[in-house]
């Protein structure tokens, strides 16, 4: 089963960063992001891209609007995957998330929608460092200053054929 995670960003990459870190890691590994962004940092998101191709397979796509249900529309007729889902940039996986989710698809494949439910992070300041350790300088909502938490539902959606490569309205 094959995932197609749609992530959006204007200027956050940091988080985004951290995002790709936590993709790179993954026990399931097939799977494409779509990394969505402004035209205000389009040279910036291509380099952070550029870093994790090796790793991840990544492809940019600029979006002509800062709006985040339009901008995740510009990308869904690019989708390959069987699931999509839509981690925000501020979000990190557990290694074993894509894992869980393509094992309970395939345990029902009645199901169309998996929600799960995430942590937030700022209940544990080792397990928070862990995860949001990319390096570089601090981001304005590290740790002590209101910690970027896992978002507390994961969504992924299955994705049928008669869907692929149609837009949808805004």
């Not at 985004?16 to 936590?22: I, K, M, T, V």
């Not at 962004?37 to 492809?59: F, M, N, T």
């Not at 699931?83 to 094992?103: I, N």
């Not at 992070?121 to 200053?145: I, V």
């Amino acid at each position: 089963m094959k995932f197609s995670l749609l992530v959006v960003t204007t200027d956050r990459l940091y988080p985004a960063e951290c995002l790709f870190r936590s993709l790179a890691a993954q026990t399931h590994k097939d799977f494409e992001v779509l990394f969505v962004h402004g035209e205000d940092c389009a040279a910036d998101a291509l380099a952070l891209a550029c870093k994790y191709a090796d790793r991840l397979s990544i492809r940019t796509v600029p979006s002509p609007t800062p709006a985040l249900s339009r901008a995740r529309n510009a990308a869904l007729p690019l989708l390959n995957g069987d699931c999509v889902a839509f981690p925000d940039d501020d979000c990190v996986y557990t290694p074993d998330t894509l894992e869980r989710a393509c094992a309970l698809f395939l345990a029902h494949p009645e199901a169309d929608v998996l929600l799960a439910a995430g942590k937030d992070l700022r209940e544990d300041e080792e397990e928070a460092r862990n995860y949001f350790s990319c390096g570089g300088s601090a981001p304005s909502n590290s740790l002590g200053r209101e910690m970027i938490p896992l978002h507390p539902r994961l969504i992924f959606q299955r994705v049928y054929e008669g869907a692929r490569g149609k837009s949808f309205p805004p």
